[in-house]
């Protein structure tokens, strides 16, 4: 086995990833770096993030506000200190990104535009046209190729951790092209390897959206927190899920039911008025919207569809320059896949599954319980999001948190001893044994697209918009089914040139997992908030009991075991969550109280 | 799957470099419906007729990068190319022309990222600026200048378009030059002289024979060929200056 010394091991090459490698490079350029990847990085999915991304720029807004807008949105399960640290360095971070060459939209005069976003009071989402996060991400990705210290492992996929002396010493990773395992070593590791959206049928994420990182670090010990958030974005493309950005309702876009009503304004969220407000109607928050969506079919209000059914993002009245300026991605995934010219006809959309809040467990350093380990973005809980993320907040929270990440993991790094190479080395030749075993096994009969299409239903039938006990109780048996089932799944495919039917059973393997502790915790979250909804009897938010982050542990050959853990509240008591008129009075009420 | 299902021939090219000595077609009946893309075909095969076939993927909707194959002879994304504009015809799907072939519809690019990071497709300031100082003032009409470039998505359409790039792989080629013009017009960049040592050297822009075949198929309308062109005058301007100025008088 080849055998790679680094100090610093980054596994993911996306927004997170990258701006933790070059935040190591910047801190001391002695340390070597090793960034792994399972594809290229500007393959990876924040290249397909639209709208924008946070961070008080105008100077009617502050981050007071973006805290308020942040913690309520997150239904008050958010680490309030992690909050104000990351609502204070967004727009340094961002800045950052100007600097090394982000094509941001601009004012007349040459400042950074900002536009609104929904659960946002003041326009704080900076942008670049609707490809944000394209932008974002091919920025880091060049700019990274600046530092020498960086070493990439282009289209090399991590199967595990190797753990040693009570922390993190590497990875192993198996070279894509090659079939060939390698150890890397390294004194500090960053897992940022986003989301786990693929886990559900129908979603707006990308294939490698798989939860590898979220899975490697269960296995070792550290818990999953508040999985069971799953976020439903309100407006996506019937069939495939793909995203219609809510930058389309921040430039002023209209959701309507079958009659061209309305309707977000029969959901709390009103008035509705001709161009919406902020923080209401079409700017309210994702779960909100994403609700209203479902009780909107359930009085068949909604537009039958081939791909179920849709409600109508009516654009129109923006005309087509502001689109095709403003929007232009969306002007085309509207005419090319739907058939539909946005300036002359309305978009059917429906919700679909988009964003994990929950994630590995970290403090507000970026460290897991684990030593050595750290995890930024999708793929972390580091505190933000809470129950439900505001929109524009993930792609601000890669650059924030990639860059602790990549200060707290160089500084461990220098500070732990050297690993003892001979004992990595083994442990990462048993790793070996049991991933080829993967492949070798034979006499299998389980089908991979099989498996992995009835993890997929039962997640959206247990864990979707609403819940149900009894059905989240059936989602729960079906994974440990699938789980057992796994043991007997058959690769056809024995060879190791891109064998890339070995590798999809690998991400099998962690996706049910990640699905166990997502549907787990949910079934024992007896209470409503945020993106978990619950229609048995606890419709409610139940501050009591449950204002408490959940934490999914790994059990070999079980189900995960479920406690929980303190939310950090520093100035933000638990409120009222409401939006348009009622949120506008909720505040004044609020600040009145306060004097 | 909806009603109106029908079947359509995917014809494959195959090649697995552990037990094929070359490359070969095989065809597959894949069912479909109006909506389905050539990637969700290929992605059928894989799932229920042949587990063994390899390809790039991953963001479904044009903005990745991964799923560039030639569909019928011509360099296209897979994720928004349709099966219903060849039905009842049968539709060939290949790897990206002009390069290597590593299995399948997969082909290396190192290549391609080794032209991209020789480059320097970062902004070298024009003048330092802290981050307290705040963001550059780049007006509207000056990131217009080179948005267009900045949009490329590194598909490499454009190499397997560019018949420069299939008879000498040492040609920087359409995409890498894109991104070199987009650095080199961005008004906070200040870099464009060392980048253009490589546009005027052996492998620069003088290979390009204008055919304009890379910006015709490029997806996202980045016009490369403009690029290459705007460059060709660039590089001449700056052969006969660099008589006239002591360090090769780019501006």
Redesign the interface.
Known sequence: MESYKADVVIVGGGGAGLRAAIAVAESDPALRIALVSK??P????T??AEGGSAGVKLPTDSLEYHFNDTVGGGDWLCEQDVVEYFVAHCN?EL??L????C??????????NVRAFGGMKIERTWFAAD?TG??ML?TLF??S??YPSIKRF?EHFCVDLVVDDGRVQGVVAIEI?SGEFTLVEGRSVVIATGGAGRVFRENTN???VTGDGMALAYRHGVPLRDMEFVQYHPTCMP??G??FTEACRGEGGFLVNKDGYRYLQDYGLGPAEPSPRNKAMELGPRDRLSQAFWYEQQKGRTIEG??GSVVHLDLRHLGEAKLRERLP?IY??AE??LGVDPARAPIPVRPAVHYTMGGILVDGLCASPLPGLYAAGECSSVGIHGANRLGSNSLSELCVFGKVAGVEAARFAKAAAPGNSATLLKQAQAVEQRVLGVKQNTGGNE???TLRKEMAQTMEDGCGIYRLAETMQATCDKLDELKERFKRVN???K???????WLLAIELEYQIDVAQSMAYSALNRRESRGAHQRLDGFEKRDDENFLQHSQAHYVAGGPPRIDYGPVKITKSPPGTRAYGAAGEKAEQERKASHG | M?ENQRTIEIEVLRY????DKAPYQQVFQVPF?D?MSVLQGVQYI???LD??L?????????????CGMMINGKPSLSC?TFLRDYYPARVRVEALAHFPI???L?I??EGF?EK??SI????I?REA?T?AQ???????E??NV??QF??C??CMLCYAACPQFGLNPAFIGPGAMA?LHR?NV?S??GGKAERMELVASEEGVFHCTAVGYCSEVCPKHVDPANAVNQNKTNAAADYFLRFLAPKGGAK
């Open positions: 594809v290229y500007m393959r990876s999915h290249v397909a340094e800045t950052q100007e600097h090394w060459g094509p941001w939209s601009r004012t007349p005069d040459g400042h950074v490809k394209f932008h091919h060049q700019t190729i600046k282009d092209g990308g294939g490698v069939g495939t793909l995203l081939p791909h991605q085309e995934l090319q896949f089908r991979i697209a690769v056809e495919d060879s190791s040139v891109w064998n890339t039917e | 909806a697995h470099p552990e037990k419906t909506d894989k799932d229920y587990g063994s390899s390809f790039r993927w991953s963001c479904r909707m044009a903005i990745c990068g991964s928004e590593e299995r399948d997969v290396n690019m990222i991209l990071e320097q497709p970062y902004i300031p600026r981050l705040g963001e550059y003032l780049q007006t509207p000056q990131l080179y948005e900045s949009s998505i590194n991104l650095y961005d906070r960049d």
